[in-house]
């Protein structure tokens, strides 16, 4: 990877100090409505570092301090990295393995070094911080590790995990709230979401199942960030291309509990939406999947979910499909005629899933399946021993999904 630097990493003085311009009379705009924004990301996140992991460096992950006497400045670092911060990791070996140069773990270059995520800031100098134009091209660099195959993907995450921190660190030294600030934050929700699904098929690892505490925390901290930027840049007659969609993955975040991942009830959340994000598609879909899980609703949930789902809805959904499925049997093995056993075949339509991979799930939950004359697999019902897997479900993918697997 260390000739996958990102272009044009030294911007000229003329279009660095152009786009400063711009940003700060954008910024200005927006001041009075980003103070939800700025307070967020300046909140300290103790419980951030409360969890530990072995070859984690937890000691960066918690957000900025919060400083009552916050000044927004302009950065001007053309680099990912500080100079002065990539010399001294150099000299203590505190290099990534993605920022290596030919493999030395003493040696960088700033193509390849990215400023990492610091609690305290102890340096408030315009120089240590990165401009907009720098801090995009970053973060297209860091999202571009998604598709490597090089490394294990919990060893991507933990790097781009506490880079992307830092991004939203400069991004609110800044104040920077206008548009490419959206798109920013979108691209870091989605590493977020796609993390909490490929973390998850490794769970049974502690150390990689702290990552994935770590980074549903930070999943709802960066959804809360991105929400006040779509408010600090209302429109009453515009909603943002990608919003609707990313204010869905909140609502499908309370499946499965009544838990609270932004801190209050939904009907709190709802009662402030824009009527416009309320009534699209993307929010009609997640509410429905939410009442039909909540009501047992299994024909419904799979049926909507199939036909309206994006991948990364999929995502946040996944860890309660076999819930679901498991439901579904429960019904079809207590209320199905014992003399009609049910055809395998037909079920597995229904609950989106391999015909192999259903009878295991019946095992899996206790039930006996048989085959008939002519080769078919059925569940025969009305059996005593259903019950839900001790040590969880084992993980089995969802039919018309694979698609979306090969592309993360």
Not at 11 to 31: D, E, G, W
Not at 47 to 54: A, D, E, F, L, N
Request: glycine share 4%; proline share 5%; aromatic share 10%.
């Amino acid at each position: 990877m260390e000739g996958g630097a990102p272009r044009n990493r030294n911007p000229s003085s003329h279009s660095v100090s152009t786009s400063f311009s711009q940003s700060s009379r954008s910024n200005a705009t927006h001041q009075s409505k980003v103070s939800t924004f700025a307070q967020i990301e300046r909140r300290g996140r103790a419980s951030s570092s409360s969890t530990s992991y072995s070859n984690i460096n937890t000691q960066h992950y918690a957000d900025a301090d919060s400083d009552s006497n916050f000044v927004p400045l302009v950065g001007t670092c053309p680099y990912m990295c500080p100079e002065g911060e990539r010399i001294q990791r150099e000299n203590l070996r505190d290099l990534a393995v993605f920022e290596r140069l030919n493999g030395n773990p003493r040696k960088s270059s700033p193509g390849l070094a990215v400023k990492k995520f610091c609690r305290t800031i102890s340096s408030k100098c315009a120089s240590d911080v990165r401009p907009l134009p720098v801090l995009e091209d970053t973060l297209k660099y860091l999202l571009s590790f998604l598709e490597s195959k090089e490394k294990p993907f919990e060893v991507v995450h933990d790097f781009v995990f506490d880079r992307t921190r830092s991004i939203r660190q400069d991004l609110t030294m800044q104040n920077i709230v206008n548009t490419k600030a959206i798109y920013m934050y979108e691209g870091m929700v989605k590493f977020h979401v796609v993390s909490h699904h490929k973390l998850r098929h490794s769970m049974s690892d502690p150390n990689i199942a702290s990552m994935h505490h770590l980074n549903m925390e930070q999943l709802t901290k960066t959804l809360a960030s991105l929400f006040s930027l779509y408010e600090a840049n209302r429109n009453s007659n515009y909603v943002h291309e990608n919003e609707a969609e990313f204010h869905s993955l909140n609502v499908l975040l309370h499946l499965g509990s009544y838990s609270k991942p932004m801190g209050e009830p939904l009907s709190l959340w709802f009662s402030r939406l824009s009527p416009l994000v309320l009534k699209s598609k993307e929010m009609r879909f997640a509410r429905r999947i939410l009442r039909s899980f909540r009501l047992g609703n299994y024909k419904d949930f799979f049926c909507t979910a199939a036909a309206q789902a994006s991948y990364l809805q999929y995502c946040i959904m996944e860890p309660y499909i076999n819930e679901v499925r498991a439901l579904a049997l429960s019904c079809i093995n207590f209320g199905g005629y014992k003399l009609h056993p049910y055809p395998l075949f037909e079920l597995s339509k229904q609950l989106m899933i391999k015909e192999s991979d259903l009878e295991t799930f019946c095992k899996s939950c206790g039930l006996e399946t048989c085959t008939d004359e002519s080769g078919n697999k059925l569940l025969p019902t009305k059996q005593d021993t259903f019950s839900h897997p001790k040590g969880g479900f084992q993980i089995y993918s969802f039919l018309g999904f694979q698609e979306y697997e090969s592309q993360f």
